[in-house]
């Protein structure tokens, strides 16, 4: 049963319109925090979220069911480039918390003072930050984990960085007592994940917050430089188009992540004058490998993510170890026929681990006639062998845990045995196209910063060159962060929604 608040598609069976005095298009890291803040303001809030509403009750182990229902695109959407960037977005009441490993890292200082000079970002010193970010912390319950909570592969990982000498730290996710089901990409099944759905959306809903889902918002609405509200229309259970609705607006932010959000601007008429909406596209890149231990592992047991590899983070490496299910790992595995047998015969024995690389090449979204964005994203023979190397390296971490096979993660290379073969491949000439690159983290395309002809927003979100219209998700980050942006986010739009109530009292003092 829907909370009361929140609607869905059985609720528009014909043409709607609304008023508020915010809307807020996305229900997520950026628009679920925003909307809660301005409710308990006082302000009247509409969030319009193309997803739909998924109670805990419905999150379950069958991932194909739930990426169907929890994900855009089935969760493989692409970036075009040699070779293409698999990236996923969240489509649900809770925008992307809801699927996401729940990592939970304030920016890194070196960002902060990056965004400062470089980009004249106003307030983003730690110290600015700080309110913010504990105040986010204190709702969603940014902690470690409970020792019971730790799965064997996650265990492997920290004992081969320890073996190895290297930098290794627990994880502070948002949860409370998680169970260790690692079911996280897929909906928390206990709510012990403290994602949007079960924090900033019931707050936004108990200070009058309405949340109209199943709706995708086709475009802005306007007059002159002032955005109006948005028009959309409801996504029948089949995908086809449903009623129109409308909702008119003093304030409009929209926080529909760095593919949609660029993509709602510009089919809705609103140009910038850096022209560069869209542009600055950051992914971090990732790459994955498995590794085939003698004793039992059972990744599927224990938290997702419980410890991050950080001994390479000044050269934007970040390594973690993330258990997938067994058709994801089918479908992935760089193995096809009997070596694919063998590999998921050796399931129960698998560590599958990855990295994180701050990329430093951008690519861009573009938006086809009706609205929808394309992405590009060429990465660069440096940032490629910086994967190569990063490969390299974890290979070496999981040998040190005692792997006795590792599945290269490089089309056409061979399985690797110890750490002479991972550093003999590292010394070839890996092509780009035979790296497999997928993504969670995307950023950048409507970049803050003081220069109108450098920047899409201001430094508080608010776009340059238009009236009563605010970004507030990871389109607004000047670069990539190097680490999981979603404490990022929810600080940023607590920092930006206390900047609005504080513009919207100097409105009403002087009127």
């Given at each position: 049963?829907?909370?009361?608040?929140?609607?869905?598609?059985?609720?528009?069976?014909?043409?709607?319109?609304?008023?508020?005095?915010?809307?807020?298009?996305?229900?997520?890291?950026?628009?679920?925090?925003?909307?809660?803040?301005?409710?308990?303001?006082?302000?009247?809030?509409?969030?319009?979220?193309?997803?739909?509403?998924?109670?805990?009750?419905?999150?379950?182990?069958?991932?194909?069911?739930?990426?169907?229902?929890?994900?855009?695109?089935?969760?493989?959407?692409?970036?075009?480039?040699?070779?293409?960037?698999?990236?996923?977005?969240?489509?649900?009441?809770?925008?992307?918390?809801?699927?996401?490993?729940?990592?939970?890292?304030?920016?890194?200082?070196?960002?902060?003072?990056?965004?400062?000079?470089?980009?004249?970002?106003?307030?983003?010193?730690?110290?600015?930050?700080?309110?913010?970010?504990?105040?986010?912390?204190?709702?969603?319950?940014?902690?470690?984990?409970?020792?019971?909570?730790?799965?064997?592969?996650?265990?492997?990982?920290?004992?081969?960085?320890?073996?190895?000498?290297?930098?290794?730290?627990?994880?502070?996710?948002?949860?409370?007592?998680?169970?260790?089901?690692?079911?996280?990409?897929?909906?928390?099944?206990?709510?012990?994940?403290?994602?949007?759905?079960?924090?900033?959306?019931?707050?936004?809903?108990?200070?009058?917050?309405?949340?109209?889902?199943?709706?995708?918002?086709?475009?802005?609405?306007?007059?002159?430089?002032?955005?109006?509200?948005?028009?959309?229309?409801?996504?029948?259970?089949?995908?086809?188009?449903?009623?129109?609705?409308?909702?008119?607006?003093?304030?409009?932010?929209?926080?529909?992540?760095?593919?949609?959000?660029?993509?709602?601007?510009?089919?809705?008429?609103?140009?910038?004058?850096?022209?560069?909406?869209?542009?600055?596209?950051?992914?971090?890149?990732?790459?994955?490998?498995?590794?085939?231990?003698?004793?039992?592992?059972?990744?599927?047991?224990?938290?997702?993510?419980?410890?991050?590899?950080?001994?390479?983070?000044?050269?934007?490496?970040?390594?973690?170890?993330?258990?997938?299910?067994?058709?994801?790992?089918?479908?992935?595995?760089?193995?096809?026929?009997?070596?694919?047998?063998?590999?998921?015969?050796?399931?129960?024995?698998?560590?599958?681990?990855?990295?994180?690389?701050?990329?430093?090449?951008?690519?861009?979204?573009?938006?086809?006639?009706?609205?929808?964005?394309?992405?590009?994203?060429?990465?660069?023979?440096?940032?490629?062998?910086?994967?190569?190397?990063?490969?390299?390296?974890?290979?070496?971490?999981?040998?040190?845990?005692?792997?006795?096979?590792?599945v290269s993660p490089f089309d056409g290379a061979p399985d690797l045995h110890s750490v002479d073969d991972a550093r003999a491949l590292a010394k070839q000439k890996v092509p780009r196209r035979a790296l497999e690159l997928f993504t969670v983290h995307m950023m950048g395309t409507c970049a803050m910063g003081n220069d109108p002809t450098r920047h899409v927003c201001d430094s508080f979100g608010k776009l340059h060159d238009a009236d009563g219209l605010y970004v507030t998700d990871a389109s607004l980050f000047p670069s990539p962060i190097g680490v999981n942006p979603m404490e990022t986010i929810m600080a940023l739009a607590t920092r930006n929604a206390a900047r609005i109530l504080d513009s919207n009292a100097a409105r009403r003092a002087q009127a």
């Open positions: 049963m829907r909370p009361s608040g929140i609607f869905g598609r059985e609720d528009f069976a014909k043409d709607s319109a609304h008023a508020c005095d915010v809307l807020v298009i996305g229900s997520g890291a950026g628009g679920g925090v925003m909307a809660a803040e301005l409710a308990e303001a006082g302000l009247d809030v509409i969030v319009l979220e193309e997803g739909g509403y998924h109670d805990t009750s419905e999150f379950t182990t069958d991932a194909s069911a739930m990426i169907r229902k929890l994900y855009r695109d089935g969760g493989a959407s692409m970036a075009m480039g040699d070779p293409p960037v698999i990236f996923s977005e969240g489509r649900t009441v809770g925008g992307s918390t809801v699927i996401n490993g729940g990592m939970s890292w304030r920016t890194p200082e070196k960002i902060l003072d990056r965004w400062r000079k470089e980009d004249g970002v106003e307030q983003i010193s730690p110290a600015d930050l700080e309110p913010h970010f504990a105040r986010v912390e204190r709702f969603i319950s940014a902690r470690g984990q409970d020792p019971e909570s730790l799965g064997r592969d996650n265990e492997l990982l920290r004992e081969g960085a320890e073996a190895k000498g290297w930098k290794v730290v627990p994880n502070l996710r948002n949860q409370v007592h998680c169970a260790g089901t690692n079911n996280c990409a897929f909906g928390c099944p206990t709510a012990a994940k403290r994602s949007v759905l079960v924090t900033y959306v019931p707050r936004a809903l108990a200070f009058g917050a309405r949340v109209l889902s199943d709706v995708r918002v086709s475009r802005l609405t306007r007059r002159g430089k002032r955005i109006t509200g948005a028009i959309g229309h409801v996504v029948r259970e089949n995908g086809t188009r449903g009623a129109k609705v409308a909702v008119t607006a003093r304030l409009t932010v929209v926080a529909a992540g760095a593919i949609q959000t660029p993509a709602l601007l510009v089919s809705s008429g609103i140009r910038s004058p850096s022209g560069r909406i869209g542009q600055n596209l950051s992914l971090h890149p990732n790459v994955k490998l498995q590794a085939i231990f003698d004793e039992n592992v059972e990744g599927w047991k224990g938290v997702h993510q419980a410890y991050q590899v950080r001994e390479f983070q000044n050269e934007g490496l970040v390594f973690a170890a993330v258990n997938l299910p067994p058709s994801l790992l089918a479908m992935t595995a760089p193995a096809w026929g009997e070596d694919l047998a063998r590999l998921m015969r050796d399931y129960h024995r698998i560590v599958n681990a990855g990295l994180l690389y701050e990329d430093t090449v951008t690519g861009r979204v573009r938006v086809a006639p009706g609205g929808r964005p394309f992405s590009f994203y060429q990465i660069t023979d440096h940032d490629t062998e910086q994967l190569v190397r990063g490969m390299m390296l974890l290979a070496e971490l999981l040998f040190a845990a005692g792997a006795k096979r590792i």
